[in-house]
């Protein structure tokens, strides 16, 4: 229980730090200095559809409405009721549904973590690096709610290790809540899921020696969760799946990747084209861990974050777009369910941010196994993390040079 309110407390500051003066000027717009005013971002077509819905709630009509453009109802839902009886500004709101989705990443990705390692400093360092990546913020400044939605990804992963784990059926119950929760949350992410969870079962089997497939018992987990995720989302998923969605072309997939040109970019953050980073400290971890891992791959304890790294191995290939016929982006653009309509590949980065977290746990139970480093395990995080905030937030573009936009 200590860990746990250390770990609140730790992804308040955090939360409040790289959102830097948002919490005392809630009225109005975090911006870079590149910006001199909204006209650029989506916020403003997401607050006029919200306050569509809220006109609707008003006049006792259904105001469960799926449009075209992809407002997250778990943002829009719970603004119609803050706006209505507690009267406060659409742009207050948005800034605390903010707040609340970087603090909550932060704490899920922790438990995460947590579940998986047992190591209280693995989770603060995996929760860290899960949202001070710049893609939150570029995405909260470009007004793509559904895309710094990304705390129900750690949720669900947690939920889903826990009903792998457990003989209770309750998790099962809440895996399909929280997958509820993401569907109304973000098409995009949800449509990732559906092959990222398959694969991800699948490694566990196969490293974990689990044999799920032949498990009557873990049917019937997958039974009751999908059966609650389609009752719970039904109202929206029978709405949404009947908009014809435009298919996005090869060309726009492969300009929003990072290509064969671009691919190296993820170490870079001193660019403000750059619009998503991973860091040269977190790779430096990364393949430290990868090190430890490859020195240690008969230990039974360290066999399972072979699953991470080859799930982050994965996720950067399908990042780099469908730049040749047999790339796995282009190959589940052609065969896989909605891929077609989505785009963007770089949106998977969330991913390559929880899987990466996740295989950096490795290091963290190395130092608890080392007696000369488990002495000073809360110095080197300690290091680590200022590390990252020196030379790689206070440095970026996207983290400095903010100023509040009041419309």
């Not at 109202?235 to 726009?252: D, G, H, T, W």
């Not at 190296?264 to 090190?291: A, E, H, V």
Request: with cysteine.
């Amino acid at each position: 229980m200590k860990n746990i309110i250390k770990a609140i407390i730790f992804f308040i500051i955090i939360s409040t730090f790289i959102s830097w003066p948002l919490i005392l000027n809630l009225d109005g717009f975090l911006l870079t200095n590149d910006f001199k005013d909204t006209s650029h971002s989506d916020i403003n077509i997401m607050i006029k559809m919200m306050k569509e819905l809220q006109d609707l709630y008003k006049q006792d009509k259904p105001f469960f409405v799926v449009r075209p453009y992809d407002i997250p109802l778990t943002y829009a839902i719970p603004g119609i009721f803050f706006m209505s009886y507690l009267n406060m500004s659409e742009i207050v709101y948005t800034n605390i549904h903010f707040l609340v989705s970087i603090f909550l990443s932060g704490l899920f990705m922790y438990l995460l973590t947590f579940e998986i390692t047992n190591d209280h400093n693995a989770s603060i360092y995996s929760g860290f690096i899960f949202i001070t990546s710049n893609y939150l913020l570029q995405q909260y400044i470009w007004g793509h709610i559904p895309y710094y939605t990304i705390q129900w990804l750690p949720l669900i992963f947690l939920l889903l290790e826990k009903s792998l784990k457990s003989k209770n059926v309750k998790y099962s119950f809440y895996l399909g809540i929280s997958l509820t929760v993401q569907i109304l949350s973000s098409a995009q992410y949800t449509i990732y899921l559906t092959f990222i969870l398959i694969l991800y079962i699948i490694l566990k089997n196969l490293f974990e020696k689990r044999n799920f497939f032949i498990s009557l018992i873990f049917w019937k987990k997958i039974i009751i969760s999908a059966l609650t995720t389609i009752i719970l989302s039904s109202f929206y998923l029978v709405q949404r799946l009947k908009i014809n969605a435009p298919i996005r072309s090869i060309q726009e997939n492969l300009g929003f990747s990072w290509g064969f040109g671009k691919h190296m970019n993820f170490l870079s953050y001193f660019s403000f084209d750059t619009k998503i980073y991973f860091g040269q400290i977190q790779f430096l971890i990364f393949i430290i861990s990868g090190y430890i891992l490859l020195n240690n791959k008969n230990n039974k304890k360290f066999k399972q974050y072979f699953i991470y790294f080859i799930l982050c191995i994965i996720i950067v290939l399908l990042i780099m777009g469908p730049n040749t016929y047999v790339s796995p982006y282009y190959l589940l653009y052609t065969f896989w369910p909605f891929i077609n309509r989505v785009g963007y590949p770089d949106r998977l980065f969330p991913f390559l941010l929880l899987f990466s977290g996740l295989s950096s746990g490795i290091l963290f139970k190395y130092i608890n196994k080392n007696k000369n480093l488990k002495k000073h395990k809360h110095a080197i995080l300690i290091i680590i993390i200022l590390s990252i905030m020196i030379s790689q937030i206070l440095r970026s573009p996207w983290f400095r040079n903010h100023w509040i936009f009041f419309p």
